[in-house]
Every structure is written in C-alpha cells, then in structure tokens.
C-alpha cells in the first residue's frame, strides 16, 4: 500500500463550472479515469443556430484506453443529453439507476448510439468496480427520482460528487437522503467534496417539494375551470404532483409536448409515477369532460416560442387551445436568459382572459438545489478536507466558497477551477496543477463541431446587416466584363424602397472594375478586395450599415 | 359651451401599452392633436440587426395640420428618444421643463434636428395653451429631476397624464409631489387618468430614493479601495447620490461612457447636479490619486457588451481597468431580456476577485415607478372616472386595473388597450371606439423603416443557418452552362472540413441544371427554383440544416 498512497490523482471538469449545464466530471487515479456525468448545454445568445452545446471531450478520446466509464447520477438533460455524441467517439460503460438509464437509453436514440451502448445499473447503497476503483452510490432528494451521489475511494481518502442535490425532509417518492451513510463517509474520511454550488448564494434552506403540492393543490381545488399547468418536462416529482392534484380533483390529465410526453411514458414503464389508469386522455377527447374535470398539462415553462403553451395560447394547435376561463399555473421560474420570453407568454396569457398563476403569486414551483443551510449540512456530514464547487457560475462557487469557510474548510483550500483546470492531489495535499484541453462542441442539426468561430461570425454578420452578393463574368481571353456585374442582396434593405441606393451601388461597382482593368489589376483577388472595399465604404455612408459583401467572379 | 360639451375627445396610444419603452399618447380634442412622449425601446431580440424601435407616427402625418405640440414629461430614452426622427416629419413646437429640454437638444444632434425643432420651455406649476387647449403641469418624483404631469383641460373634464412617477417623500432634490395641485385638480372633476402601472403589481410602497443613499454611503465608507459604480446614465438622483457619496469619503470621480459623460455634463450646466468644482478628473489622471480616494462612474448597468464597465472588466479600456482589489456597485436592476448578460459582467467581476455589490446584497437601487400603494393614493387624489393605464405591459395594465377597483374605479371604467386602439369620450362617457394606425418603425443605422418584417426573415435565416450562393453563366445562344456552377457558402459549414459535401452539392446542382435543360426547362424561375429544391433537400438530408440558397444565373 506504501507506494500506492504516492499516487497522484487528478480532478478536473469538462463542463459545469463557470457556467449552468453541460456537466462533465472527471477523476483520474493512476491508469483509470471516471467520468461522471455527460450534459448539454443550449446555446449562448451569440451562438447562432446552434441546436445544443456539449462539452470538448478531446482529452477523453486521446486517453479512450484509460477512461473506465461514464457516470450518471439523475437523468436531467445537463447531466445525460451528452452521452449520444460522447459515447460515439469514447464508447464506454455508463452506470446509472433505474429511472435514469431508462431516461439515457431514450436520449441515445438521437444518434442511434442506444444499439450499442453498454447501459449498467446501479442501485443507492451498491458499491461498483470501476476500472480498479470502487464507487458506491448514495440517495439523494432533487427533482427527479432515482438520484444518487457517487463516493470514489482512493488511496488517499475519499471523493464524494453530491450530484445535484437538495435535503428534502418531505419528499413526493417519501425517499429521505442517506444521513447514515453520508455521516460514514466523513468518518471514513474525505479528502475532496465536488458539491452541487446552484444555490449556494442564496441564505437559509430550500422549501420542500411539498410546498409546490400545498400550492397546486389548494389552485386544482379553488379552479372551477380547466386547469392548464406547464413545468420542466423533466420535473418528475412536480409531475406526480400534478397527477395526485388531479385525482384529488378528478380531473383527467392530456399531456401536449413531445418530451413531457415521453418522460411520462418512459417513468410510467419503469415504475416511477403512481397515476390511476385511464386518468390520461388523448387531447382531441378533452374536450368531453367537463372543464372542472380537466388538466392539461404541458411543456413551455421557459417561454420556449415553439413550446405546448405557446401554441396553446397563440390557437396553433389543432387540437387544444387556451380559453378565457382557464385557469394557467406556471410551475418553474425562469432559467437565466428566459425571463423575457416568460414574460411574454404571461401576458399573452392575461390578454386571453385566462388566471394566470406564477411562482411570484402561489407557491407553485420551488428550486431543486441546496441553499446555504443545507451545504452546510452536508458539510457537516462529509466534514472534507478539500471542496470544488461544481455546477455553477464563478460567482455561485465563490459563495459555495465562503460557506464552506464557515465550516471550516480554509478558503485556500476550496478550488475555484474553470472548465480543464486540473486540481491534483498527492500524499493528501492537493493543489491547482495544469490543464486538460476543454471547451465547447456546437452541435448544429447533424454537425458536430463543425460550426466553429468562422461559421459563428459570419452568422453574427448576416444577421445583423445581411449580404451583398455581387457576381461579374469576365472573358477568358480579353479580361472584359462580358456579364454583370449584378447586385442581389437579402437581408439588407427592403430592395424595392431602395431601388435607388441598389443602382448607385452597382455603377460603384462597374466603375471600380473598369478602373482596375485600366490599370491591369486583374488578379481577382484584387479585383474582389477592391470591389468589396468601395462598396463597404459607399454602403456605409449612405446607410451607416456593414453589410457582408460577397463578390464572385465568373470566367467564361 | 353647449355645443362644445358634444364634443368628441380621442385617447390613444401609439407606443407604451403592452410593451416596455417608446412611449407615445395622444389625445385628440374636435380640431387639435396634442402628443404626450415620444420614445424610443431597444429592440426585441427577434429584430435583428436593429438600432432602436419608434413609433410608427403615420398617424400624425396624416393629420400634421391638427397636431398642435408634443409635451415630454422628463429626459428619459424611453419619452424623448424619438424626438429626432418624429420631428424629421411632423415638426410641431416640443414642450418640456429645464432639463428635458436641454437633454432633448442633445438627442436631437442625431438628425440634425436641433436646428430646426422649436423648443419650448415650461414649468411645474404653469399653464400653456397649446392649439386650442389649456394644459398645466404639476411636479412629480422619478429618477430623474424635472419630471412633470401634465393636465389637460377639456369640457368633459380633465385628462391627467401622471407621466413617470413615485412618491418620494425624501427626494434627492428634496422637491416632493405636488399634493396640493393633485388635490385641487381631483376637485375640479379629472374625466380620465392615464397613469403609469410599470409596478402596478407590486403591493406596497416603492422606497425613497434615500434608500440607495445610505446603502451607497456605506459602501463607499468601508471600502478601503476604488469604488467602481455602474448605473443608468440618465439615473441622474442616482449620479447626485454618488457624487454625495464621494465627497463624504473624499474621493475623486473619473467618469467613462459616452452616454453618462454627456447626461453630466447637460445637467451641470443647467444646474441639476451638486459637485465641487475639480471633483472630476480624467481617466488617464486618476491612477495620481490613492485608491481609496478614487470613485470610477460607468455606464454598464444592463450588461451591454461594449458598455464601459464590460470595457473596463475585460481589460479592453487603454486608460484604465478594474482591479481584483476594486470595490463595484451595481446600482441598477435589470431590465427585462438583460438579466443574463448582467449576471455574465457580475461573474466575470468575480473571477477578476472584485468585491462586487448588487441590490440582492445591499440596498444600492430602488425602482423609480410607483408601488400599488402610492397607485392607489394617486387614485385618491385625482378621483378619475376613467383609468387608461400607460407604461408598461398588459399584466401590469391589468394589475392596475384590479388596484383602480379597489379604489372604486369600475373595472369597465378601466380601458386595457393596446396601441392604435382609440378610447372616445362623448358627453362625460368614455368607450373603446375604432383603431389609429400603429406599429413599429425599425431604425438601422440610417435607415429609418426601410428593415420591415421581409428584411427580418432573411436576417432570422441567415443567422440561423448561413447562406448558400449557386452561381451559373449560361450561353445566349444554346443555353448551355459555359461557366459553373459555382458554389460560395457563409456561415454554413466550416468550409474546409466539409469539402466532400461542398462537392456533391455542386454535383447536384449540375445534374439538376443538365435534367432541366435535356428537359427544355429554360426559364430562369424554375431553373432557380430547381435548384432551389434539390440541393435543399439534399443539404437537408446529409446536415439538418435549411441555408438560404440563393441561385443567380448569369447570360453571357
């Protein structure tokens, strides 16, 4: 054992530190790298059409033969929507419960990868050999059942990943955290805690998943309407809580929204909601019970444009739409970067007539992470020797930061390490000790990586001026313009209001090209930069607009 | 007056209600237009590529020989940014107090205005004439001083216009509400009341400017370091209190961004801001001074990209840069759709290791709109028949409603209506009846309404997916190809990882050109269109990815 306490170990991430989502863990000891967790990301306002953003795996395709498996600790979408496009480049074991491999094997279906992945169970309390490592798996409360945290041992002490986490003393499935084997984790000795920091600016204790019932129950029974409630589609624990309101209050239940639609269906399968038969009616046969006998339950809680209740309320939906005398609870606050379009689709809401119910007026929704008093119980429990405040900006692992020093964990050592810094312990010190390649994959349509910063310029250009394509033939043999040029713009201007501008722009052009023949610059990318300079600097100054300009010669 | 009392009164708004900025209010009274506000709103993030939104004012163009002025109530943005371009077409006189009148000549520099506009000057307390109608103002409390209400005296009674307000009974300028006037005019019999409901759904008060104060006082007491402090740049109380706060610490202040520098220097010269001579120092000039007598002033308070705080943080500012042992302020919320971007420049502040400030954690800001209490106290005063609630969107519209109800205003005495929508009072009764044209108007650079929904789309397009252009020359003669197709993408694909596919597209578009011509398809359009068609699809199919395609077919 002498030799094997000099091992170095290495902590670092791949994603989910100084920013919300795509979180990818890793812990390397000697020969073996666990990852844990492998989750996307939807893209930044200056990423322009991308569909979604998942971590730079570089680092784990290079050591592919050292990397033992893949983690999942719940089946939220920044912890598992990854793992399609990871596990096709680095195609190892991914471990997870129940519930969540039922929710991964799904999500692979997006590149097919579901054929050929390597899905193993683990169940809380269950220890797993993973390369040579041990790991068990603890319970723990958040908004979806199933969740573990993972306990790796090493030689040097213990490193525990809270997942995402919070301690609910109420909660839905009655499933309390694991105290007992938390507090045998600090006793056994823990050198590095990686904990969930979400909530860590915010003072006191989450309200349990009870509270959002007490709320939904007490709108469900005062409705004398239909009752239109939209949340997370991955929020199980509020859908069940949808579920038991609506028994309560017999209504039945239409669901609208494709992902809502398939949690229910793949947590229904598994045994994860409790819901009486035949409570689920298609949407196009709502319409047959009475309004006080109705929940419509539905995606858009983020004001997604194209979500369930944005169609609902805006009539596009064939089958359903909002009415004056519905009742609509939103049961979700927004994610940052989505409160404008939450906001919009309340008032939409309201100039429909509807009541409209928010997590500002009723206690309908509450947060699934830990605030200060419970990391501090948790760091109580663990009593580390080390912290990396994950899953969260800079400023939530600060403040996780200066918890944990009132908890006694020195401020020097807890690491605030941004994505690939590496925090290395040996002999049961650790320190911040270089970097893995990390970064962010764009994943547009069918592409992966393949929109990069080039690709994402030029969309920021064309969207904020448009383009100018500008196309001349030349002859072959004499280097006159046979054809051309020609001007065709998108984008721009609204060409049939600015028929005078386009004319000006195109003798702008001819004359350029004339010039340039007369004194024989005729290597065409003269001829083009030129082109482009004199028509950037006439559009600016009749337009103050910079609009791409694309010329393209033709030779015949 | 018999006959005057048949009168016909029209309200409307072309800007304000059921959206955040660009105000606008009209009210029509038989041979006279007067116009309240003329403001402009940053645009919605659909509008891509755009500067600024105004109204659309057809309305006022149409009928220019009957608008008699526009009154501005105070120098905000959102009030009199569209004073430059409005005046361009319907140049009536512009009424205003001190202050606004001196920030409305510096906007108007933007077209050239302020040579031309005919500014005149009012005070709190006055009545003018304007067309044919009587109008005071009353003094009232906001972020700014010299803000005013407006009365307008009609035979059916008064319009009241309440304009931005709060009750601040320690005002910064120690200048409160006129109460007096208030109550005199709800003697004299106010038909209707447009009143501000931009916090009309928060119960309470709104607290006294005095709360940033002694929240400001603080920090700049026990910060033993620079004081760097972002806020509005037309918060002129809130400027005022942080030159206060600097004199009290002896600090000096260096002020950078554009648009706050300008605000300073107006409201100092006409005597709105309180500072000791030689307070002010340059940026290049203030690292002469310890840091702890040092004040930085900057714009940045919405998170803008290219604001000064963003400039300073990121090191991109030649003259000065925030340090990690400075102390920043956010003294400012933000507003809707900037949230994001805020939290972005708050974490970035944190990696620098600043000690950063922000209303969650001390009192540095208030809002300047009125709280449901201070709603219902206007109420009380003013005892309008009818309410027309202004400045904001329709669920604070209806939230000021349900107040106005509890105040014993009818809920159908409250008219909740959107842009255009025209309420009519004809002997003392007020209904909604008929629409004005409104909208809109897109600023891009110069142009003024030339980016309409068409432009947009394109842009939406663009940015989404990129653009392909398809060029071909075709013979006169035969119509056959002599030279291409050629094909140029932008931000669609990084071109050289996608060479093979760039390839089998131009492939596609040969054969579909070469089928279309053995098919003696020869017109242009469905030549394009083909085109169009197959490598759409084809793109489609290999990427999931819809690219403008845009065939231009040359002739030689």
Known sequence: ??????????????????????????????????????????????????????????????????????IVTHGHEDHIGALPYVLKKVNVPVYGTK????????????????????????????????????????????????????????????IVYTGDFKFDQTPVDGKITDFGTLHSLGEKGVLCLLSDCTNADRPGTTPSELEPAKGINRVFQEANSRVVITTFASNLFRIQQ???????????????????????????????????????????????????????????????PMSAISRLAKGADQKLSIQSNDTVIISATPSPGTEKSVSQIVDFLYKIGCEVITPGQEKVHVSGHASQEELRLMLNLLQP????????????????????????????????IDKGEVVEFAKGQGRVSGKVPSGNVLIDGLGVGDVGNIVLRD???????????????????????????????????????????????????NDTLEKCMSENVNEWSSLKSNVRDVLSKFLYEKTKRRPMILPIIMEV
Chains 1, 2 share one sequence.
Not at 30 to 36: P, S
Not at 121 to 141: K, M, Q, R, W
Not at 475 to 492: H, L, Y
């Open 242 to 304: 949808i579920i038991d309101a609506s028994v309560k209050t017999k209504r039945k239940i239409t669901v609208v929204g494709a992902s809502i639609y398939k949690t229910i269906q793949i947590a229904r399968r598994l045994g994860y909601l409790r819901a009486p038969k035949n409570i689920f009616v298609k949407p196009e046969e709502i319409g047959n019970f009475p309004d006080e006998q109705v929940t419509v339950l539905c995606t858009g809680s983020q004001g997604e």
């Open 1 to 70: 054992m002498a030799n094997q306490i000099a091992e170095k170990i290495r902590v670092f991430s791949l994603g989910g530190v100084g920013e919300v989502g795509k979180n990818m863990y890793a812990v390397e000891i000697e020969n073996d790298i666990l990852v844990v967790e492998a989750g996307l990301m939807f893209p930044e306002d200056d990423m322009l059409g991308v569909d979604v953003v998942i971590p730079d795996t570089s680092y784990l395709e290079q050591n592919k033969s050292r990397v033992r498996g893949i």
């Open 385 to 416: 020797k080390y912290v990396v405040p994950v899953h969260g900006e800079y400023r939530k692992q600060f403040a996780l930061q200066q918890v944990a020093a009132e908890q006694k964990v020195k401020p020097e050592n807890t690491f605030l």
């Open 459 to 509: 969309r920021r250009l064309l969207s904020e001026d448009g383009i100018l394509v500008i196309v001349v033939t030349l002859s072959k043999k004499t280097g006159a313009i046979v054809s051309g040029p020609d001007i065709v713009s998108r984008g721009f201007v609204y060409v049939r209001e600015s028929e005078k501008l386009m004319e000006e722009a195109n003798k702008k052009v």
């Open 99 to 158: 519930l969540t491999l039922g929710l991964v094997e799904d999500h692979l279906k997006t590149t097919g990868m579901h054929k050929k992945a390597d899905l193993r169970l683990v169940t809380a309390g269950s220890t797993e050999t993973i390369g040579d490592v041990p790991v068990s798996f603890f319970h723990t409360n958040h908004s979806i059942p199933d969740c573990v945290g993972v306990s790796i041992e090493t030689d040097q002490g213990l």
